[in-house]
């Protein structure tokens, strides 16, 4: 069953009072079907019923379109054209079909005077853009005026989205306190999905939250705003009156429309009535319809797959997920102020919802358990660096091992040593301590030391880099400097002999410690 159909029925059961048998002759269904209507909570399962076609099919659209442009266009000019366009059924056929649409069109659609609690207009006001940050985002204003008091409903939104289009109606809706009989829209993507003439398919969400609120929506007619006409104007007195030479900002413009809603707007000599719409809606209050006992869930809810990084996209922004939910498909549910993330029904994740655009949201609790297992890696990683030196690094790597040292400690510490000397040096400086097995770190870094006093040269200032802090950890490959021998005239003096590292002051009960030069 359609979930307009639904709504509907009970529509009609529950306000109009009508008997079943009635509604079942005003909508043409079985008793039945009326019957299993009303007792269902929600709108039931829709049988998938064979769909007929017909050859007219492909150009109802067409035809549409010529008798919107050209009401009284005959059918056989109509029946000419799509011949030309590939048509090859029966003249009855398309006879038929403009008859039903012709006949259609002539009905009465909107009523022009409204009784207490019986009509309330809906519409969207475009209203630019506001800054958020650095970002610059579409503001609409969401308007409900009711057609009896002229009672007005505003509030700023930074998306036009269907969940959003039904929370605007249902803090409408609590603001007056009940609910309008029938709601009167402009043909909204959010409201209706297609329409040929008065044929209408609603969106089946919009016409569930119908049925939830027992509202009837109607819908004007193609081209005619006029129509709409008390929530035209009540657009034009907002940009008039409350927008016009307002300095607009995110989300102070909601709290400034409460005031002016409630202070202005509602308490005015309207030109119309002649009465000001807050003593009006005293009249209409008592006929407008109760609220439901449970309100409708509106958050915004989409299945989205992590990234490897942890993290999920979401109206411009990224916000994380525990890390072990990487590459997996979580649920995320959206509310005005908060995002929460979900496995199934297991909440997972909750940030504070941003409206800027690309922005970062991260919470540190979610990386907790996968820096840890980073570090491990990083080892792993430091060691294959290591182990790239050449083959005097796996036979010193043996002697580490031997010496019952902490390996992964004495191979960062020699990596750095590569990172400030050089890969030449720590090579050399590994050759010379292998002669006397002094194992360690610190001992390299003893041996480099004293190379370098007795060449003169003083100890390089460790390069940091706060920006990028993984910067900090590069090397720069060294080149090949024989070159410059060969172009060199004098030989190179002697470097002055290094001393016995087993005998400095590096003491061999504590290799971890870095000794004296």
């Not at 609910?179 to 329409?195: A, E, F, G, M, Q």
């Not at 070159?483 to 003096?493: G, M, R, T």
Request: with cysteine.
């Amino acid at each position: 069953m359609e979930p307009q159909i639904w709504a509907e029925i009970k529509r009609l059961y529950e306000i109009e009072k009508l008997s079943i048998s009635e509604i079942a002759r005003q909508l043409l269904l079985d008793r039945k079907t009326v019957r299993k209507a009303l007792q269902a909570q929600t709108v039931p399962a829709e049988r998938i019923s064979r769909i007929r076609t017909s050859k007219l099919d492909a150009y109802k659209t067409y035809i549409g379109e010529r008798l919107a442009q050209y009401p009284r266009l005959p059918a056989t000019a109509v029946y000419e054209e799509i011949q030309r366009r590939g048509y090859t059924g029966k003249l009855r056929i398309l006879w038929q079909y403009i008859a039903g649409i012709r006949r259609k069109t002539t009905e009465a659609f909107v009523r022009i005077t409204s009784l207490p609690g019986e009509y309330g207009q809906v519409d969207w006001a475009h209203c630019g853009t506001v800054q958020i940050g650095t970002a610059v985002r579409k503001l609409s204003c969401f308007v409900m005026v009711l057609s009896y008091s002229r009672l007005l409903y505003l509030e700023f939104r930074l998306s036009q989205c269907l969940e959003d289009f039904i929370q605007c109606h249902i803090n409408a809706f609590r603001f007056f306190g009940g609910i309008p009989k029938k709601l009167l829209y402009d043909n909204l993507k959010t409201v209706v999905l297609s329409r040929l003439g008065t044929s209408i398919q609603f969106n089946q969400q919009f016409a569930a939250f119908a049925g939830s609120y027992l509202f009837e929506p109607v819908c004007c007619n193609p081209g005619r705003g006029n129509e709409k006409g008390i929530v035209e104007s009540g657009i034009k007195y907002i940009r008039s009156n409350f927008l016009m030479g307002r300095t607009i900002s995110w989300p102070l413009i909601n709290a400034d429309a409460l005031h002016w809603r409630d202070e202005i707007a509602n308490v005015r000599l309207h030109a119309s009535t002649h009465e000001r719409p807050c003593d009006r809606f005293e009249k209409e209050k008592p006929l407008l319809l109760p609220l439901p006992e449970h309100e409708y869930d509106a958050s915004i809810i989409r299945t989205l797959k992590a990234t490897s990084q942890a993290l999920i996209h979401f109206d411009g922004n990224t916000y994380s997920v525990p890390y072990a939910y990487a590459y997996k498909a979580v649920i995320l549910k959206a509310t005005c102020g908060d995002i929460v993330v979900r496995d199934g029904l297991t909440k997972i994740a909750q940030h504070r919802r941003s409206y800027e655009r690309g922005m970062v949201i991260e919470d540190p609790a979610h990386y907790a358990g996968l820096i840890a297992e980073k570090k491990k890696a990083f080892a792993s990683k430091l060691k294959d660096h290591f182990l790239g030196l050449g083959t005097v690094a796996q036979i010193y790597l043996d002697g580490l091992l031997s010496a019952e040292l902490h390996v992964p400690h004495h191979i960062a510490g020699i990596m750095e040593c590569v990172r400030l000397y050089g890969k030449t040096e720590v090579l050399q400086a590994i050759e010379h301590a292998l002669n006397y097995k002094a194992y360690g770190a610190p001992y390299l870094k003893n041996i480099i030391l004293q190379q370098r006093a007795a060449r003169g040269m003083k100890e390089p200032l460790p390069i940091i880099v706060t920006v990028k802090p993984a910067w900090t950890q590069l090397c720069v490959e060294e080149q090949d400097l024989s070159l410059y021998d060969e172009l060199c005239a004098e030989e190179p003096a002697e470097s002055a002999e290094i001393a016995d590292p087993a005998l400095s002051n590096v003491s061999a009960d504590a290799p971890q410690k870095e000794p004296s030069v």
